[in-house]
């Protein structure tokens, strides 16, 4: 019979290195499923809002739908849609990055995705945004 202990408190996870089972129950990738989750929920109960509101008004032809979008309400609610979207969007990318690749590149990646789903919210907010207030 072995009665060799071994000591795993160094094992180093190739989706974050520099955290060993130390870290482990630490909440290191607890944020990022608690995030994923409200996200989630987001879209689920934002869609049906979004789709019925934007086919109510496309029954107005592209004024009308430029004309909800103009509005405050059709205007934030469909960021906030879109904000759920681009983000659940990004931590997905995020797990195919951390799943797929190591190391600079999975840095690079991961980067990339953030620098991505930024300009696209701020192309998507300042259109809305433009739209709704300004006019």
Same mark, same amino acid.
């Given at each position: 019979?072995?009665?060799?202990?071994?000591?795993?408190?160094? %094992?180093?996870? $190739?989706?974050?290195?520099?955290?060993?089972?130390? /870290?482990?129950?630490?909440? /290191?990738?607890?944020? /990022? /499923?608690?995030?994923?989750?409200?996200?989630?929920?987001?879209?689920?109960?934002?869609? $049906?809002?979004?789709?019925?509101?934007? *086919?109510?008004? %496309?029954?107005?032809?592209?004024?009308?739908?430029?004309?909800?979008?103009?509005? $405050?309400?059709?205007?934030?609610?469909?960021?906030?849609?879109?904000?759920?979207?681009?983000?659940?969007?990004? &931590?997905?990318?995020? #797990?195919?990055? &951390?799943?797929?690749? #190591?190391?600079?590149?999975?840095?690079?990646?991961?980067?990339?995705?953030?620098?991505?789903?930024?300009?696209?919210? &701020?192309?998507?907010?300042?259109?809305?945004?433009?739209? *709704?207030?300004?006019?």
């Amino acid at each position: 019979m072995n009665t060799k202990s071994t000591d795993t408190s160094n %094992i180093q996870t $190739p989706d974050a290195p520099g955290y060993t089972a130390k /870290h482990a129950g630490k909440g /290191h990738g607890t944020t /990022h /499923h608690k995030i994923h989750g409200v996200t989630g929920w987001g879209l689920i109960i934002g869609l $049906p809002f979004a789709i019925w509101s934007a *086919a109510a008004a %496309i029954g107005g032809g592209s004024e009308g739908f430029v004309a909800w979008l103009s509005s $405050p309400i059709g205007g934030l609610g469909f960021l906030a849609f879109a904000t759920a979207a681009i983000w659940y969007c990004k &931590l997905e990318m995020d #797990e195919v990055i &951390l799943d797929y690749f #190591e190391g600079g590149v999975c840095t690079f990646g991961l980067i990339k995705n953030k620098i991505v789903a930024g300009l696209v919210w &701020l192309a998507i907010a300042y259109a809305v945004l433009k739209l *709704a207030f300004l006019g």
